[in-house]
């Protein structure tokens, strides 16, 4: 089945413990991306990849990381997390970012305290 | 960026009525998608339409795009409670996709 996986599902941490939520897809899609979701401010996309090895900041990259090593995986990680980084998280692929609609996975669910 | 701003915020309908929903952007675009999002879940394709076209249909949606006036409507026909959901445009052009706040539909049976 295509899909975008994402791991955990839900998560609670505590301030500062470093963290990687993981999202591989099957598709073999050249685009992939993240979103959070919060109450209020609908989605916002924190970095995004064309393709292997090309990573770009979206509108909130600020205490945010990720990597393309491969196609399938872009995993985002948190360095320091902060009780302003609780949110829903949304990892999306498409065939290319611009043409074609996207798949997002079931989303990260993410409390810092 | 070339985010979509939907409208209303908020609508609510007995089921078996019409739903309409509009869309407006700023910048030029190659096509125009929309998606729906059931609670706390993640975000599914629905249409995509491309600058060309005028309308496209899909099941019980049908999709309108007027390029000129910059907007976009979605129509779902006698809707029903599963289709109480959020939902979003997403214009696209030379960037990746850019979402909004979304329309926040409820079907009442």
């Known amino acids: 089945e295509a899909q975008v996986t994402q791991n955990p599902r839900y998560l609670i941490t505590v301030t500062g413990k470093k963290l990687t939520v993981t999202c591989s897809q099957n598709m073999n899609h050249e685009y992939m991306s993240w979103y959070r979701q919060d109450p209020g401010l609908g989605l916002r996309q924190i970095y995004y990849s064309m393709n292997v090895e090309v990573t770009d900041k979206g509108d909130v990259p600020e205490g945010y990381k990720v990597s393309r090593k491969e196609k399938r995986n872009f995993p985002l990680i948190l360095e320091s997390p902060s009780p302003n980084q609780t949110s829903l998280y949304f990892c999306?692929?498409?065939?290319?970012?611009?043409?074609?609609?996207?798949?997002f996975g079931s989303g990260t669910r993410l409390t810092v305290v | 960026s070339q985010q979509g701003e939907e409208d209303p915020q908020a609508l609510s309908i007995q089921e078996g009525e019409n739903a309409t929903m509009n869309c407006s952007y700023k910048t030029s675009i190659n096509n125009l998608q929309w998606y729906r999002q059931n609670s706390g879940r993640g975000l599914v394709h629905l249409i995509l339409i491309r600058s060309n076209e005028r309308e496209k249909h899909s099941g019980r949606l049908r999709v309108t795009l007027d390029t000129s006036k910059k907007s976009s409507s979605l129509l779902i026909t006698a809707s029903r409670a599963a289709d109480t959901a959020s939902y979003f445009c997403?214009?696209?052009?030379?960037?990746?996709?850019?979402f909004g706040k979304g329309t926040r539909l409820s079907v009442i049976a």
């Open positions: 997403a214009p696209s052009g030379n960037t990746p996709l850019v």
């Open positions: 999306a692929s498409s065939l290319s970012g611009l043409d074609y609609g996207y798949t």
